[in-house]
């Protein structure tokens, strides 16, 4: 094949061009301001803000005046978290989270903590999944938040979010959701969440767009806005509307809706073939296999390599030694630690998401040139020990 075959969906997206057309006349044309209320720029702007609100909306069964647009999935978890530490902190300050977590969650939970907040981060089993009667028994009378993403960003382990929110319910705190890799991917329904937040970059929308869903409902959610300024967002988050990129992020929502159920099917299929193949290779392990996983993610240890060995030994293939936020630093990955495997184990893994625009010949070529990289790796290896 021709060129880099790109498998991190995880990590990014490209831009659907069904979104780049709906995108563009808010860039060129119809560049008012939506705050501008009073001549026909401004009009246009706020009417396509709105639309995208609705879109945004109907892909997660919320409705539109329960979304708040952001800059993405960081600004939309730090703004939930701290948000609601702040507006309910005469109730309790204890937060519930879970060890393998997305660093926006926990690093704003560790935030929280030199503030004074006290916070428990729940272990996982081998398979990335949460003890519900650990979490039941975690929650006590002054807890005021549990944060547990929808699906896991490495590994792919989707949580089990309609008995954990009947849990957190029963015991009056808040559960708020990162959904970041499963908006767009699986069927999400905030019947089952407090809070979530979502990044456009993440299905085929532009990345500096997300947005955060706080239900307005029994219960009606508070939290105390990160941001000062104008008021934008009914108070939930000043500054003025990106709305290109709001635009995009509703497009992308619309389209993702219509095709969920299809690429759903089409994705699985491409991921389980590609770990049966590879798995027939010796020392080749899926991490999280016997859990609910995203369709599309696939976290596959090759014994005996190292993830950067592999990606210098296939460098027309573009992926992951873990996640997109991590790679690079050179240590093991927190979720694969916490899933207890070894440092070695941890540094031999990569994460291969495919994606809309992943046909079954690209998966195959990746098949084959990670066969071959698997092989001459253990190879230069064994003759490194001899």
């Given at each position: ?25 808010y ?11 009073g001549?026909?720029?401004?009009w ?16 997660i ?19 939930a ?33 030199r ?7 729940l ?9 519900l ?10 807890t ?23 849990i ?7 559960l ?5 890799q ?5 069927s ?21 767009v ?9 219960p ?7 941001l ?26 619309a ?25 027939k ?21 090759f ?10 030994e ?22 694969l ?14 994460r ?35």
């Amino acid at each position: 094949m021709e060129g880099v075959v790109y498998l991190d969906y995880n990590a990014s997206t490209p831009v659907d061009q069904r979104v780049v057309d709906e995108m563009l006349p808010y860039l060129t044309e119809q560049f008012g301001n939506p705050s501008s209320k009073g001549h026909p720029f401004g009009w246009a702007a706020d009417e396509a803000c709105e639309k995208a609100r609705e879109r945004i909306a109907a892909l997660i069964g919320a409705t539109s005046n329960e979304i708040t647009f952001t800059s993405g999935a960081t600004e939309a978890v730090n703004t939930a978290i701290k948000g609601v530490a702040r507006a309910y902190s005469s109730k309790g300050k204890h937060i519930v989270t879970v060890e393998t977590e997305h660093r926006a969650v926990l690093h704003s939970c560790r935030a929280l903590e030199r503030d004074g907040y006290e916070v428990t981060y729940l272990p996982i089993d081998s398979q990335g999944r949460i003890d519900l009667d650990e979490l039941a028994d975690t929650i006590r009378d002054d807890t005021i938040l549990v944060a547990v993403m929808w699906a896991n960003n490495e590994v792919g382990t989707i949580h089990p979010m309609a008995e954990i929110a009947s849990i957190v319910r029963e015991r009056g705190a808040l559960l708020m959701s990162d959904a970041t890799q499963a908006v767009g991917k699986v069927s999400v329904d905030v019947a089952h969440v407090d809070l979530l937040a979502c990044s456009g970059h993440k299905f085929y929308a532009p990345k500096g767009v997300g947005a955060l869903y706080m239900r307005r409902r029994n219960p009606r959610v508070r939290i105390i806005p990160l941001l000062d300024g104008g008021g934008h967002e009914d108070g939930r988050r000043s500054g003025t509307l990106n709305v290109p990129g709001i635009v995009a992020l509703g497009a992308a929502a619309a389209v993702a809706g219509e095709q969920l159920d299809d690429e759903y099917a089409r994705l699985s299929d491409l991921r389980d073939h590609f770990e049966c193949e590879m798995t027939k290779l010796e020392g080749v392990f899926v991490n999280g296999v016997a859990a609910e996983r995203l369709p599309q993610t696939s976290s596959i240890r090759f014994d005996q390599t190292r993830g950067d060995g592999l990606m210098m030994e296939a460098r027309d293939l573009a992926f992951s030694a873990g996640s997109a936020c991590s790679s690079g630093s050179g240590n093991p990955s927190h979720v694969l630690t916490a899933m207890g495997l070894t440092p070695d184990q941890s540094l031999a893994t990569l994460r291969i998401s495919l994606g809309r625009f992943t046909t079954a010949e690209m998966v195959g070529y990746a098949i084959d040139r990670l066969r071959g990289a698997v092989t001459r790796i253990r190879s230069k290896t064994a003759m490194a020990a001899s």
